[in-house]
């Protein structure tokens, strides 16, 4: 090979590695068959096929059935050139193109769709945007999605796959609804990454920050990021977000109630009741960073995360939207009065909307969210 030409493939290589994504669909479901339905011609290993099929679990291997006979083999390697839908019982009937490799992993099916990345982040900007009118506001939710995926691509990279279609990565629940809006801004966006001093940024967002986004350190104690600061989202008293339905937010635990729900956590033992609760430290933000219980015996304290997560977990995760609350107490009960929804890091994907309407182009809404950042095509 002629050196020049060697040169120019390996200049070529890494960026067409990087076009299309490998996605573990199904990631969070144990199943050992699925249905694949067809509305045009799909290859299977070379072979033609339409209409309806099983594919299951054989042993170690994976087997098709129905009018194309395949398997039992190791890999099935099916190209869709229209669309399949994947279906089967207690599970979500999805669409997907582009190539679908089926294996066998401890009698389940390991499904992975590979798939264009363009494609993929406006099926993930159409999930994550679908509270979202405005163009720019999608367009700033496509660059962050962009470089979040980027930035995630070796999540999973000793399973044989990039991102899982779980929100452990990224939700992505196949390009069945692509809304045409989260299509055009991808498009428009085509290639452009954040980046912070040359590196791709970590590209949080949230739905709602109300009034404030959180500093990245008090809600996770990772390393921190420059860019991911408490930023004040908006003129005094008028947050971009603020045109966000559910803004404020509101709720009642009865002492009760509450005793049940931090027993269940392990912040109190079976004999201790719930008798206050308070915040004792707040952040910089001003969202609450620390709360205390007083039990019949002692305080105890509990980070406002844990509380948000325990509460979540069995409450439901309406019940506390966001750390940005303050507690009023009454006779058997406390209120607390928040707002916003979300952890409150990075962009405010509402205030992004608020920006949008305001007239600011997507490049400022991101500059305004991770300051110090630009966007740049890579
Ligand atoms: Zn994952
Ligand atoms: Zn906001």
Same mark, same amino acid.
């Given at each position: 090979?002629?050196?020049?030409? !060697? !040169?120019?493939?390996?200049?070529? !290589? ?6 299309? %994504? ?10 050992? /068959? ?6 045009? =011609? *799909?290859? @299977? ?32 390697? %099916? ?35 590979? &798939? ?25 939710? /496509? *660059? ?48 452009? !990454? ?28 990772? #390393? ?6 408490? &930023?004040?989202?908006?003129? =005094? ?42 915040? @004792?430290?707040?952040? &910089?933000?001003?969202?609450? #960073? ?9 305080? %105890?304290?509990?980070?406002?995360? #844990? ?26 009960? %406390? ?16 205030? /992004? #909307? ?20 630009? &966007?740049?095509?890579?």
């Amino acid at each position: 090979m002629k050196p020049l030409l !060697l !040169l120019l493939l390996l200049q070529v !290589l890494p960026a067409a590695a990087a076009e299309t %994504v490998d996605i573990r669909l199904f990631s969070l479901h144990k199943k050992s /068959a699925v249905y694949l339905e067809t509305d045009g =011609p *799909v290859s @299977v290993d070379g072979r033609r096929f339409s209409g309806r099929t099983r594919i299951s679990v054989r042993g170690s291997q994976v087997a098709m059935d129905g009018d194309l006979k395949a398997g039992p083999v190791k890999a099935l390697k %099916v190209l869709v050139s229209g669309h399949a839908w994947l279906s089967g019982p207690g599970l979500p009937r999805r669409r997907y193109s582009g190539l679908l490799t089926i294996t066998a992993k401890e009698r389940f099916l390991k499904i992975i769709n590979s &798939v264009p990345l363009e494609p993929y982040i406006a099926g993930v900007v159409t999930g994550e945007a679908s509270d979202l009118s405005h163009p720019e506001a999608y367009k700033a939710q /496509a *660059v962050a999605a962009r470089t979040y995926i980027l930035k995630h691509l070796r999540n999973h990279s000793g399973e044989g796959y990039h991102l899982c279609d779980s929100t452990h990565c990224q939700l992505y629940t196949g390009d069945g609804h692509v809304s045409h809006k989260a299509r055009a801004a991808a498009e428009a966006t085509r290639g452009e !990454l954040l980046y912070y001093k040359g590196k791709p940024a970590a590209t949080y967002y949230h739905s709602i920050c109300g009034g404030r986004t959180a500093l990245m350190t008090s809600v996770w104690p990772y #390393e921190g990021k420059p860019y991911l600061v408490s &930023v004040k989202d908006g003129p =005094p008293g008028r947050p971009y977000c603020a045109i966000a339905p559910r803004f404020y937010w509101k709720t009642k635990f009865y002492y009760t109630g509450l005793t049940r729900l931090a027993r269940q956590a392990g912040w109190i033992l079976r004999d201790e009741e719930a008798r206050s609760l308070r915040v @004792v430290r707040w952040g &910089v933000s001003g969202r609450a #960073e620390t709360l205390e219980i007083r039990t019949q015996r002692r305080p %105890v304290l509990v980070p406002v995360t #844990e509380f948000y997560h325990g509460i979540g977990r069995r409450a439901g995760w309406q019940a506390v939207r966001s750390a940005y609350f303050s507690i009023v107490a009454g006779k058997d009960y %406390v209120l607390l009065d928040g707002k916003g929804n979300g952890h409150g890091v990075g962009m405010c994907q509402w205030g /992004a #909307e608020g920006m949008a309407r305001k007239g600011f182009k997507y490049q400022d809404i991101l500059k305004h969210y991770y300051p110090g950042t630009e &966007v740049k095509r890579d």
